[in-house]
């Protein structure tokens, strides 16, 4: 039997699978991410992970025939790494992954395939829940947001894995609101999970009323929004310009890939499947030049990375 690795890096957890040919994971490991100190730290945690999950599915790693990695940050394909990641820390300087792994599980450095998480989720969700669809963009929703596109039934990857990075478009031209990335009127810097409770202030503080959504608490965030959607009118109205703002990011998304299917998925979103997912359902046909394409919830939830990072890692030819 042949035997793969997909790797999902992300700032709090470092997750490894092994599978087979046809995807189906057989084992998984997993490690919290070292906040540092250097690159070396974090590239160790990985190669750590997949040895025990290599260990964990009784695989020797050199028995190994490709590995596939996602991760979060921005990457540097020809490097093979995390060119920086300041999600983990400021200072981590490089993570070196492709090399590393490489060598861990014996194999030419072309049988390493290092994505995007979101490309890798793409990959995920089409593999898993919709394979005979040849246009599809997987829409994340969670501390940030993005994007990872099948086009014509390939991965989209553009330069260094940045294809997708939907979350910096520019959505309130007016600006009101800044990014993480510096600038304004960016869709994340509205409705990102982070975020949110950012926007919710600051429509509070231009017009103060009397709300039940504790916006002065330490530890407020964007699920107070959300758990006070229906019975709180000043939550009703930063959920209804989040909605409006969602629709109109997810519309920009339509035009420019033009996918059959839209899966939505991230934890605001897979959270508040009809707060979130269901208006941009409903509301995105009225805001397209192109035919609408189904609107629908993620099923992988945090594991489509994962998933897709495996998926990734198995040659075509070798898929059954
Ligand atoms: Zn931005």
Redesign the pocket.
Known sequence: MMHFVGVDLGASNVRAAVGDRTGEIRATARARTPAGPTGAAVTDAVREVVTAACSSADVDPTDVAGAGVASMGRLDLAAGAVASAPNVDADVGPIRLVGPLASLLDLDRDAVTLRSDTQAGAVGERFHAHPDVEDLVYLTISSGIGAGVIADGEPLTGRDANAGEV??ITIAPEGGMT?????EG????YCSGNNVPRFARALHERDPVDTAVPLADEGFDAADVYAHAGTDAFADRVLERVTALNVRGAAAVVHAYAPRVLVVGGAVATNNPETVVEPIRRRLPGELVVDAPEVTLAELGDDAALAGALVLAIPDADRP
């Open positions: 979350g910096h990014c993480g990335c510096g600038r960016h869709w994340e810097a």
